[in-house]
């Protein structure tokens, strides 16, 4: 069952590091993000949006439902943790907590 284990491990770092190797350069200026799309925001948004922060027309109008879906799973995740953590007291399992 380790060697299964090692195998797995190996295996996947093998794919990070080809998957990694095919991602574009960092800051090349020349990229399709940075020729086509950031330019396009910039200039257009305001016009576009009515928002003078091209950033917030960016998260808030062209992403709206990705930036509410984020959202939505970050509130999710946080109200199962405090439930999670609220069932110990609930089943008695108190250990001591009121001074006892």
Known sequence: MKLFSYLSLGLM???LFATAGGLPVLFDKNS???VNVSPRYIEESHRE???PNF???VLADYRGYDTLGETTVIFTAGVA???LLRTG???GDDSGVDGE
């Open 13 to 15: 770092v093998v794919v």
């Open 32 to 34: 399709p993000a940075a």
């Open 49 to 51: 949006t009515g928002s």
């Open 55 to 57: 950033v917030t027309a």
């Open 81 to 83: 943790a405090v439930l």
């Open 89 to 91: 007291r609930k089943n």
